[in-house]
């Protein structure tokens, strides 16, 4: 059952940020999960209210959260990642154009430079790369330029686009009721509200969501530790787990027809992947383009009652959305209508006639 277009907010805020790397998945996520809305209310909640805000937080990727939760989510982050720049290696971009290394001195200067040159405006990427030319020469340019998140270790987040191209700008400046919080207490929080999103989960759970090679398995466990008179401890098909105290009742799931975009967050969140995906479907998955390198996370569901049921793609063409789905099993009638109903949904959301084909 999807919820009402006022609560749009609230769905980003519950689900811990919509994975946004990819805008159209990030759009079509919260399609899924708020009725009646289109892929302009997502932007206008972005761009012009600045009621959402994209930036690098989870995994150190692009993501959607709430405007007034952002520092919460980037001083989360700070307590996991490194604070002060560090050195880097010289790097070969996937472009073939090597980068020099750079001392620690080095990135710091960069990352001031950048502050400064977006203090009070947004840049292109490459208006960005020339003011932090102008301030500290051509050192950083290659990097800057290169489309990767590299800004000396500066923590931003993105502005309106210009056409296809993206803007960055200050996260305190871009936020209308920012504040610095405590990283450590912000950590916890952020545990708080993954287990009650995405439990039952272990501390290996949360730390494969949240962060990368940062955050150490011994860290995740004594995260949970510090919280530890917050939890339930639960078995899970024998396997010791965790959920917020007395959040222990787990309704039966209902029965449901998703098309879910590559990167959906319930694929995301989810680390028992065997029970996500049956064999059936894991096989679609490995001779996918993307699935083959990217696994679950990197393709389109078919979801019935929250199980993957095949793939599905789509393509714009003209005015239309062509939309083919390939179940990896004979699909009941019922299943089949729904199918016919969330290519109606994706249509509407987009502005575009569906066309539909149902392998």
Not at 101 to 120: F, P, Q, T, Y
Request: glycine share 8%; proline share 6%; net charge negative.
């Amino acid at each position: 059952m999807r919820t009402s277009p006022d609560r749009l907010l609230e769905v980003v805020h519950d689900v811990g940020g919509v994975h946004a790397q990819v805008q159209a998945s990030a759009e079509l996520q919260l399609a899924v999960r708020v009725g009646g809305i289109t892929q302009q209310d997502v932007r206008d909640a972005l761009w012009e209210r600045r009621e959402l805000v994209k930036a690098w937080t989870l995994r150190g990727t692009l993501h959607l959260h709430p405007a007034d939760d952002l520092p919460l989510w980037l001083a989360a982050a700070r307590a996991v990642w490194a604070g002060e720049p560090q050195e880097l290696e010289a790097w070969v971009d996937p472009k073939g154009e090597l980068h020099p290394a750079l001392e620690r001195d080095e990135v710091k200067e960069i990352r001031d430079a950048v502050l400064d040159a977006l203090d009070g405006r947004c840049l292109l990427r490459e208006e960005l790369a020339a003011q932090v030319m102008q301030r500290i020469g051509p050192k950083a340019h290659g990097r800057l330029s290169s489309g990767f998140a590299f800004f000396g270790g500066a923590v931003l987040c993105q502005g309106p686009p210009q056409g296809s191209k993206i803007t960055l700008a200050r996260p305190d400046q871009w936020v209308e009721r920012w504040e610095d919080l405590d990283e450590q207490e912000s950590l916890r929080e952020v545990c708080r509200r993954y287990l009650r999103t995405y439990g039952p989960a272990t501390p290996k759970d949360f730390a494969e969501w949240f962060a990368s090679r940062q955050f150490k398995p011994a860290d995740a466990r004594a995260l949970f530790d510090s919280i530890g008179n917050e939890l339930d401890e639960v078995d899970v098909d024998g396997r010791a787990a965790f959920v917020l105290l007395g959040d222990t009742d787990f309704p039966l799931p209902a029965v449901s027809v998703r098309l879910l975009p590559e990167y959906d967050v319930y694929v995301m969140g989810f680390r028992e992947r065997d029970q996500l995906v049956p064999d059936a479907a894991r096989r679609q998955v490995a001779a996918h383009g993307r699935g083959k390198y990217e696994g679950p996370a990197g393709v389109r569901f078919l979801m019935i009652d929250g199980i993957a049921a095949g793939l599905w793609e789509r393509k714009k063409r003209g005015k239309g959305i062509e939309l083919r789905v390939t179940p990896s099993r004979k699909l009941e009638r019922a299943e089949r209508a729904g199918i016919d109903a969330e290519a109606e949904r994706i249509g509407a959301f987009l502005g575009l006639e569906p066309v539909l084909t149902v392998e």
